[in-house]
């Protein structure tokens, strides 16, 4: 049974750091282009930050130059490091393939506030 976990939310004032992580079981996450996503109420589920199969990393303009993808096959996670957090940044954090989805975890709360 694949089962996605995040981890490492939390509340934080702006411009601080978290680190987020997503831990794999049921699955290689290595053989994924793996994705970040967040979700705030009423709202659409957006990416923000992708990685592929070697380690390219994108990201939408709204993180760019604030959030970091990582991966590590060994301990099958995949990071997101997000720092100089806005409260925009606000939202459920998940983490699923790109392009072949796998069951969605239940996030992990980023709540960005002073």
Do not use: H
């Amino acid at each position: 049974q694949v089962q996605l976990v995040e981890s490492g939310g939390g509340l934080v004032r702006p411009g601080g750091s978290l680190r987020l992580s997503c831990a794999a079981s049921g699955t290689i996450l290595s053989i994924y282009v793996m994705g970040w996503y967040r979700q705030t109420p009423g709202k659409k589920r957006e990416q923000v930050a992708r990685i592929t199969n070697d380690g390219m990393a994108n990201y939408a303009d709204t993180v760019k130059g604030r959030f970091t993808i990582t991966r590590d096959g060994a301990k099958n996670t995949v990071y997101l490091e997000m720092s100089n957090l806005k409260p925009e940044d606000t939202a459920v954090y998940y983490c699923n393939s790109v392009v072949s989805p796998l069951p969605w975890g239940q996030g992990t709360q980023v709540t960005v506030s002073s």
